[in-house]
C-alpha cells in the first residue's frame, strides 16, 4: 500500500482496487455497484449493441430502466463479443490486471468463455473471483433457470409472506438482494485477507443460499417446534399487537415489543389501566393467543386519534410506530432531506436524483457517479490495453467491441 493513501483521511475505501464484472440484471450488479460506491473502480462487460438486459426493463427514468439506473452508477461500460477470441482474448487481459472478477452468467457460461475461476487463478493467485448463481455449484436445481420469484418459491420465503388467504412474494427482489450484499461483503472480506496473506480466493454465492439464510428464524420454527410460521400480513406471528391499525383519517402501525410497552401503549395513550394485566392480554403469549380480540381492542381505541395525533403521543410514550406510506411518501420523506441524502447523478438522459448508500463514513462521502452509457468507456479501456484508435475503430466494424 502507498505509505500516502495511508494518511488520507479522505480516501474511499476501496480506493486503487479494479473489478471486471460479466453480470446482468440485479444481484452481480448490485454487489459491483457497492464496491464502486466504496471506490473500486468497476469495468462492466456488455454485450455489443445490446448490453445488460436490464436496460430494456423498462423506460420509467427519462426513457432509461428503472433497476438499471439504479444498479450501475459510478461503472465504467464497455462492449464486448464474448463470441469471438479477440473479445474474449481482451477481457482475459483486464481480468488479468484486477483485483476482483464477478460474474453471474448461467452455468458453466464463465467455464466455457475461459474465465472458470480455477484457470483465472492458476495465473493469478491474487485474484478473488466471486461466481454468482441461482442454487449453487452442485445439487439438483444447479442448472435451472433461477429468478428471483423463482427462489423465493424455491426456499419458503413466498410461505411467510402475505395474507392468510393469498402468499405473495416480496414487493422489491429480495433473492437478488440479498445475494448481492453477500457477495459484496464476501469480496470486502477476502480483500482484507489478501492483505495479509497475498492469497485471492474463490468465493460463490447464491441466490437459493443467501434466502435461505434470512428465512433463519421460521425455519427454527418448523425444525424444532414443528410451527409453520403463518402468514399473517403486517403483522407478526410471534408478536400482538402488531399490525396496521385504523385511525380516524388513516392508519398506523404500532409494534408493541414486551410487556412493558403493553402496559405503556394502554395505560399512557389509551388510558385504559384496566387492560394492562388483564388476565387474557398481560404477556405476549397470552396476546398471541387471543390475537383477533387484542387487535379489535386496540383498533377500537385508535379510532379516537388523527394518524398525526396519535403517531405523536406513541412517540411521547416511547411506544414503536409508522405511518403506513407509499413511494411517494418515500421519496418527499422528512428523514432523507433533513439528512441530505439526495445527490444528482448523471446519465446518458440528463441528471437523475439518487439517494447516497446506506453506508455513512464521517471523513469521505461515497461516490456518485455517472450511470455508463453502453459501451461508454471502450475506447478508454481498450487504450489502456495498447489499442490504437484504428484498431479500435477497425474492431468496431467488425462488431467485436462497441
Given at each position: 500500500m502507498n505509505p500516502d493513501m495511508e494518511n488520507d483521511p479522505g480516501l474511499l475505501p476501496l480506493d486503487g482496487i479494479t473489478v471486471v464484472a460479466l453480470e446482468q440484471a440485479v444481484a452481480a450488479p448490485l454487489a459491483t455497484r457497492h464496491l464502486a460506491d466504496m471506490g473500486a473502480r468497476v469495468i462492466k462487460i456488455e454485450r455489443v449493441g445490446e448490453g445488460d438486459f436490464a436496460r430494456n426493463y423498462d423506460d420509467a427514468v427519462f426513457g432509461q430502466a428503472s433497476h438499471f439506473v439504479w444498479l450501475n452508477r459510478s461503472k465504467e461500460s464497455i462492449g464486448v463479443d464474448?463470441?469471438?477470441?479477440?473479445?474474449?482474448?481482451t477481457v482475459a487481459q483486464l481480468i488479468a490486471k484486477a483485483d476482483v472478477f464477478i460474474q453471474n452468467l448461467a452455468p458453466d457460461a464463465a467455464d466455457r468463455l475461459g474465465f472458470g475461476a480455477d484457470a483465472l487463478r492458476a495465473g493469478h493467485p491474487e485474484l478473488i473471483v466471486v461466481n454468482m448463481s441461482g442454487y449453487?455449484?452442485?445439487?439438483?436445481?444447479?442448472?435451472r433457470k433461477a429468478y428471483d420469484m423463482l427462489v423465493q418459491a424455491e426456499t419458503g420465503m413466498i410461505s411467510v409472506t402475505g395474507t392468510p388467504d393469498t402468499a405473495t412474494k416480496t414487493g422489491v427482489p429480495v433473492?437478488?438482494?440479498?445475494a448481492g450484499m453477500y457477495a459484496m461483503t464476501s469480496v470486502l472480506g477476502a480483500l482484507f485477507r489478501r492483505q495479509r496473506t497475498g492469497v485471492g480466493a474463490r468465493i460463490d454465492v447464491s441466490m437459493f443460499d443467501a434466502t435461505a439464510e434470512w428465512l433463519g428464524h421460521p425455519m427454527y420454527m418448523k425444525m424444532y417446534a414443528d410451527k409453520q410460521i403463518p402468514r399473517v400480513g403486517l403483522g407478526h406471528a410471534a408478536i400482538v399487537p402488531y399490525d396496521s391499525y385504523p385511525t380516524l383519517d388513516g392508519q398506523i402501525l404500532i409494534g408493541v415489543q414486551n410487556d412493558r410497552g403493553w402496559r405503556q401503549l394502554v395505560t399512557d395513550v389509551f388510558k385504559r389501566p384496566d387492560l394492562a394485566d388483564h388476565p387474557r392480554f398481560a404477556t405476549n403469549m397470552l396476546r398471541v393467543q387471543h390475537r383477533a380480540e387484542v387487535d379489535a381492542l386496540v383498533a377500537e381505541e385508535t379510532q379516537r386519534f388523527t394518524s398525526a395525533a396519535l403517531d405523536q403521543a406513541l412517540a411521547d410514550s416511547g411506544i414503536p410506530a409508522a405511518e403506513l406510506n407509499d413511494l411517494g411518501g418515500l421519496i418527499e420523506h422528512p428523514q432523507l432531506e433533513r439528512r441530505d441524502r439526495w445527490r444528482d447523478v448523471g446519465t446518458e438522459a440528463g441528471p437523475i436524483r439518487a439517494m447516497l448508500p446506506p453506508m455513512t463514513f464521517s471523513d469521505v462521502e461515497m461516490r456518485m457517479g455517472d450511470v455508463p452509457a453502453l459501451g461508454a468507456h471502450t475506447d478508454l479501456i481498450l487504450g489502456e490495453l495498447g489499442w490504437s484508435a484504428e484498431d479500435i475503430a477497425n474492431r468496431r466494424a467488425e462488431g467485436v467491441v462497441g
Open positions: 464474448l463470441k469471438s477470441e479477440v473479445g474474449r482474448d449453487g455449484s452442485a445439487g439438483p436445481r444447479r442448472e433473492s437478488d438482494i440479498a
